[in-house]
């Protein structure tokens, strides 16, 4: 692996997307927190990283119109944002639990932090490189 090669760099910004809709999720299920019937979601950060890594699902585009852009695999076709399916607790069919959730964003919070240092520590090393200092 050379230093140019930008394997490391795509890699953790399809981590850093996942992570991204990881924490769009939480937040969505934290604002629904009173809404009733509200089932909770979640998307699974390691699933979504195996998939990117083994190859990703295979999704077939549907072609409406010749202009559209013909489909290319991308981080969005490994994602997926599942029911938590965790029992109601509350007699209004939500099952949002607002600790769970809490303790989700911030762990998700830590593991954005790091992978934007990593990723800001490999175009450092790339500036490195071109410029010599």
Do not use: W
Not at 31 to 57: H, I, L
């Amino acid at each position: 692996m050379g230093i140019f090669d930008n394997t490391m760099i795509k890699d953790l910004s399809v981590a850093l997307n996942v992570s991204s809709l990881k924490n769009k999720v939480i937040a969505e299920n934290i604002a629904n927190v009173d809404t009733p019937n509200y089932k909770s979601r979640n998307v699974n950060f390691e699933k979504a990283m195996q998939e990117y890594y083994s190859g990703g699902q295979k999704l077939s585009l549907k072609k409406t119109d010749e202009k559209h852009f013909s489909g290319n695999k991308g981080e969005n076709s490994i994602v997926s944002i599942d029911l938590r399916n965790s029992p109601s607790l509350r007699n209004d069919g939500n099952d949002v639990n607002i600790d769970l959730e809490m303790y989700e964003l911030s762990a998700n919070g830590v593991l954005y932090s790091e992978l934007s240092q990593l990723t800001g520590y490999q175009f450092t090393k790339l500036k490195t490189a071109i410029t010599g200092r």
